[in-house]
Protein backbone atom coordinates (compact mmCIF):
# COMPACT_ATOMS: atom_id res chain seq x y z
CA UNK A 1 0.00 0.00 0.00
CA UNK A 2 0.85 3.74 -0.63
CA UNK A 3 3.04 4.95 1.83
CA UNK A 4 1.62 7.71 4.67
CA UNK A 5 2.31 11.37 4.98
CA UNK A 6 1.25 12.93 7.99
CA UNK A 7 0.61 16.74 8.58
CA UNK A 8 1.75 17.93 12.11
CA UNK A 9 2.02 21.01 14.45
CA UNK A 10 0.31 23.54 16.64
CA UNK A 11 -2.85 25.04 15.83
CA UNK A 12 -3.05 27.49 13.32
CA UNK A 13 0.62 27.17 11.55
CA UNK A 14 -0.79 26.24 7.83
CA UNK A 15 -1.14 22.95 8.32
CA UNK A 16 -4.55 22.37 6.67
CA UNK A 17 -3.62 25.30 3.59
CA UNK A 18 -0.77 23.10 2.89
CA UNK A 19 -3.08 20.28 2.79
CA UNK A 20 -5.09 21.87 0.18
CA UNK A 21 -2.19 23.06 -1.87
CA UNK A 22 -0.71 19.83 -1.81
CA UNK A 23 -3.91 17.85 -2.69
CA UNK A 24 -4.12 20.15 -5.43
CA UNK A 25 -7.60 20.79 -3.67
CA UNK A 26 -9.86 22.50 -0.76
CA UNK A 27 -10.40 19.72 0.83
CA UNK A 28 -9.55 20.80 4.01
CA UNK A 29 -11.23 23.72 5.76
CA UNK A 30 -8.85 26.86 6.98
CA UNK A 31 -9.75 28.96 9.33
CA UNK A 32 -8.49 32.17 11.39
CA UNK A 33 -9.78 30.37 14.46
CA UNK A 34 -7.10 27.86 15.63
CA UNK A 35 -7.90 23.91 15.91
CA UNK A 36 -10.87 24.08 13.09
CA UNK A 37 -9.61 20.67 11.64
CA UNK A 38 -11.95 18.30 13.71
CA UNK A 39 -11.07 14.94 11.93
CA UNK A 40 -8.24 13.45 10.22
CA UNK A 41 -8.63 14.37 6.32
CA UNK A 42 -6.86 12.50 3.72
CA UNK A 43 -5.84 12.49 0.33
CA UNK A 44 -3.92 10.83 -2.60
CA UNK A 45 -1.05 12.99 -3.90
CA UNK A 46 1.39 12.39 -6.50
CA UNK A 47 4.65 13.83 -6.58
CA UNK A 48 7.48 12.96 -9.22
CA UNK A 49 5.34 9.38 -10.12
CA UNK A 50 5.39 8.63 -6.12
CA UNK A 51 2.03 8.22 -5.01
CA UNK A 52 1.09 8.46 -1.09
CA UNK A 53 -1.74 8.90 0.80
CA UNK A 54 -1.47 12.52 3.02
CA UNK A 55 -3.57 13.31 6.19
CA UNK A 56 -3.87 16.77 7.78
CA UNK A 57 -4.55 16.96 11.52
CA UNK A 58 -6.56 19.26 13.49
CA UNK A 59 -3.16 20.23 15.32
CA UNK A 60 -1.11 19.88 18.82
CA UNK A 61 -1.76 22.60 21.50
CA UNK A 62 0.92 20.43 23.77
CA UNK A 63 -0.38 21.66 27.31
CA UNK A 64 -3.40 22.22 26.82
CA UNK A 65 -6.50 20.15 29.35
CA UNK A 66 -9.40 21.92 27.59
CA UNK A 67 -11.53 18.86 26.00
CA UNK A 68 -11.37 19.82 22.39
CA UNK A 69 -7.93 20.13 22.59
CA UNK A 70 -6.56 16.82 23.90
CA UNK A 71 -8.88 15.19 21.57
CA UNK A 72 -7.16 17.08 18.60
CA UNK A 73 -4.07 15.59 19.96
CA UNK A 74 -4.73 12.27 20.85
CA UNK A 75 -5.94 12.62 16.90
CA UNK A 76 -2.54 13.76 15.46
CA UNK A 77 -0.95 10.90 17.95
CA UNK A 78 -2.84 8.50 15.70
CA UNK A 79 -2.01 10.04 12.44
CA UNK A 80 1.69 9.83 13.81
CA UNK A 81 1.54 6.52 14.71
CA UNK A 82 0.01 5.58 11.30
CA UNK A 83 2.40 7.87 9.50
CA UNK A 84 5.55 6.56 7.62
CA UNK A 85 6.92 10.38 6.95
CA UNK A 86 5.81 13.16 8.84
CA UNK A 87 5.99 16.47 7.87
CA UNK A 88 5.83 18.89 10.69
CA UNK A 89 4.90 22.83 10.67
CA UNK A 90 6.01 25.62 12.36
CA UNK A 91 5.11 29.09 11.76
CA UNK A 92 7.98 31.99 10.86
CA UNK A 93 5.77 34.80 12.18
CA UNK A 94 5.49 33.13 15.73
CA UNK A 95 8.89 31.93 15.55
CA UNK A 96 9.54 29.18 17.68
CA UNK A 97 7.83 28.54 20.39
CA UNK A 98 7.58 26.09 23.76
CA UNK A 99 4.67 24.16 22.38
CA UNK A 100 7.09 23.50 18.69
CA UNK A 101 9.60 21.80 21.29
CA UNK A 102 7.38 19.57 22.68
CA UNK A 103 5.80 19.03 19.46
CA UNK A 104 9.22 17.84 18.62
CA UNK A 105 9.48 15.93 21.44
CA UNK A 106 6.39 13.74 20.62
CA UNK A 107 7.97 13.36 17.07
CA UNK A 108 11.22 12.12 18.14
CA UNK A 109 9.33 9.40 20.56
CA UNK A 110 7.96 7.78 17.48
CA UNK A 111 10.94 7.63 15.86
CA UNK A 112 10.40 8.39 12.11
CA UNK A 113 11.11 10.53 9.61
CA UNK A 114 10.72 14.09 10.44
CA UNK A 115 10.52 16.81 7.46
CA UNK A 116 10.71 20.47 9.37
CA UNK A 117 8.39 22.82 7.19
CA UNK A 118 8.86 26.22 8.46
CA UNK A 119 5.55 27.94 7.03
CA UNK A 120 4.53 31.41 5.94
CA UNK A 121 7.85 32.48 4.59
CA UNK A 122 5.86 34.72 2.24
CA UNK A 123 9.07 36.42 1.38
CA UNK A 124 12.51 34.65 1.50
CA UNK A 125 14.57 37.75 1.82
CA UNK A 126 12.56 39.51 4.87
CA UNK A 127 11.97 35.71 6.54
CA UNK A 128 15.08 33.85 5.87
CA UNK A 129 16.66 35.39 8.97
CA UNK A 130 14.02 33.94 11.44
CA UNK A 131 14.01 30.42 9.51
CA UNK A 132 17.40 29.76 11.08
CA UNK A 133 16.46 29.61 14.68
CA UNK A 134 14.68 26.28 13.96
CA UNK A 135 17.29 24.13 13.83
CA UNK A 136 17.40 24.55 17.71
CA UNK A 137 14.41 22.23 17.44
CA UNK A 138 17.29 19.65 17.01
CA UNK A 139 15.07 17.79 14.46
CA UNK A 140 16.66 18.20 11.00
CA UNK A 141 16.78 20.88 8.47
CA UNK A 142 14.21 23.58 8.36
CA UNK A 143 12.72 23.93 4.84
CA UNK A 144 11.16 27.24 4.44
CA UNK A 145 8.06 27.46 2.60
CA UNK A 146 4.86 29.67 1.88
CA UNK A 147 1.77 27.80 1.91
CA UNK A 148 -0.34 30.79 0.71
CA UNK A 149 2.08 31.75 -1.84
CA UNK A 150 3.10 28.28 -2.57
CA UNK A 151 6.36 28.63 -2.33
CA UNK A 152 9.00 26.24 -1.60
CA UNK A 153 6.57 23.33 -2.12
CA UNK A 154 8.42 21.70 -4.76
CA UNK A 155 11.47 21.22 -2.31
CA UNK A 156 9.41 19.98 0.35
CA UNK A 157 8.05 17.53 -1.70
CA UNK A 158 11.35 16.54 -2.85
CA UNK A 159 12.59 15.59 0.97
CA UNK A 160 9.48 14.18 1.49
CA UNK A 161 9.34 11.50 -1.92
CA UNK A 162 13.30 11.04 -0.29
CA UNK A 163 12.51 8.82 2.71
CA UNK A 164 10.28 6.26 0.36
P1 LIG B 1 -3.97 25.05 10.70
O1 LIG B 1 -4.75 25.37 11.93
O2 LIG B 1 -2.54 24.70 11.05
O3 LIG B 1 -4.63 24.05 9.81
O4 LIG B 1 -3.83 26.43 9.87
P2 LIG B 1 -4.69 26.94 8.61
O5 LIG B 1 -4.24 26.26 7.37
O6 LIG B 1 -6.13 26.86 8.94
O7 LIG B 1 -4.19 28.45 8.54
C1 LIG B 1 -4.26 29.31 9.65
C2 LIG B 1 -4.11 30.74 9.18
O8 LIG B 1 -2.80 30.94 8.63
C3 LIG B 1 -5.10 31.11 8.06
O9 LIG B 1 -5.49 32.46 8.26
C4 LIG B 1 -4.23 30.98 6.81
O10 LIG B 1 -4.69 31.80 5.75
C5 LIG B 1 -2.88 31.46 7.32
N1 LIG B 1 -1.76 30.92 6.50
C6 LIG B 1 -1.55 29.65 6.11
N2 LIG B 1 -0.43 29.54 5.37
C7 LIG B 1 0.10 30.78 5.29
C8 LIG B 1 1.27 31.32 4.66
O11 LIG B 1 2.05 30.65 3.99
N3 LIG B 1 1.50 32.65 4.84
C9 LIG B 1 0.65 33.45 5.57
N4 LIG B 1 0.97 34.75 5.67
N5 LIG B 1 -0.46 32.97 6.16
C10 LIG B 1 -0.74 31.67 6.03
MG1 LIG C 1 -6.37 22.91 10.06
Same mark, same amino acid.
Given at each position: ???? +???? !? %???V?K???? $???? !?E ?6 D??G +?T %?? %? ?8 ? %? /??T??? #?????? /? ?5 L??MR????? =??? #? ?6 ? #????Q?? +? ?13 K ?6 V $???? $? ?11 ? $?L?? !? ?10 L ?9 ? =???
Open positions: SKPV +VAIV !G %RPNGSTLF $NVLA !GMISIVKTP +V %RD %RIYADVSWLD %R /DFLID #TGGIEP /DSSDIISQEQAQI =AID #TADVIIFI #TDVRGL +VDADSKVADMLRRAKPVILA $NKVD $NFDKFMPDVYEFY $NGI !GDPNPVSASSRGIGDLLDAVV =AYF
